[in-house]
């Protein structure tokens, strides 16, 4: 299995930094990710720059996909990043961030089993774009992609960005893929919405590479729980947490009311990193259940 296998393997929910130092990895990554879609009914949107739509087309032809159908139909689109992300030529987080929002409402309309976006991060690396702000828009499509209806794949080419700065926002994602990203089948982290009772269901693992997720994820978990009702954050699927998770996991609660989410599913060994780092917050904890 090759880190390729991940963009075969995306479900919704699932935000993958993909990092490439060849245009044909980049092109397999997106070929891969439509071509899945598509065939799992999900609506398709792909912001594309370094990957022009043309080579896009080109290789999903050459997969045998029927993107004239799909294009016709609305199932598939293909929008040179300029036209959207960059409004008279500058970096505007809060509109691309507003943009993509807007299509997550419509990802659940009849007929779309939910939406996938393809984000080509070139041009804003060519730009130099700040890695700071760079990863507080990882985070803010983070918080969007933890609804659950939708996946996102953020393509970062290593030839325009140091190695230091692609590890810094692709801490921002769930997932990395690429050269030095190893052969992990699924990604580390994965975060399931929840509406009865309303809250986060988190799964994997979270280490160095994922941490600024997991922080984003939980950035508004508590306002989803109805006025009088506490969010759930359920953790009895986490595998493994570092420090700086535990932090997160118990900053949660922090913001008054503190009594607003409650974390339930804890394995002694959270318990117990949990109480080492301590929990300030007042945030209620529950063990786990089994």
Do not use: K
């Amino acid at each position: 299995m090759t880190a390729v296998g991940v963009a075969d393997q995306v479900r919704l929910g699932d935000h993958v930094c993909w990092t490439y130092d060849e245009r044909t990895e980049g092109l397999d990554a997106v070929g891969r990710f439509v071509t899945g879609g598509l065939r799992l009914g999900h609506r398709i949107l792909c912001f594309l720059d370094a990957l022009t739509p043309d080579a896009v087309l080109a290789d999903l032809a050459a997969r045998g996909v029927p993107t004239g159908s799909a294009l016709a139909d609305g199932r598939l689109r293909l929008i040179p990043a300029g036209g959207s992300h960059r409004p008279q030529g500058g970096w505007d987080r809060p509109r691309m961030v507003a943009a993509l929002a807007a299509e997550t409402a419509r990802a659940g309309h009849p007929g779309y089993a939910g939406l996938r976006l393809v984000g080509d991060m070139a041009w804003a690396l060519r730009a130099g774009t700040p890695v700071a702000e760079l990863q507080r828009y990882e985070s803010q499509v983070d918080a969007l992609v933890s609804g659950g209806r939708i996946a996102a794949l953020c393509l970062y080419d290593r030839r325009l960005c140091a190695g230091e700065q692609i590890r810094a926002v692709a801490a921002a994602h769930t997932v990395t893929a690429g050269p030095d990203a190893g052969r992990r089948r699924t990604p580390l982290l994965r975060a399931y919405r929840m509406t009865d009772p309303c809250g986060l269901r988190l799964v994997g693992e979270v280490d160095r590479s994922n941490g600024d997720a997991l922080s984003a994820m939980l950035s508004d978990v508590a306002g989803w729980a109805p006025a009088g009702r506490r969010a759930v954050l359920d953790v009895s699927e986490l595998a493994f947490a570092d420090v700086r998770a535990a932090y997160a996991l118990l900053g949660v609660g922090a913001v008054p009311p503190s009594d607003r989410v409650r974390l339930v599913g804890c394995r002694p060994a959270l318990r117990r990193l949990l109480d080492l780092v301590g929990q300030g917050s007042g945030m209620e904890t529950v063990g786990d259940p089994a």
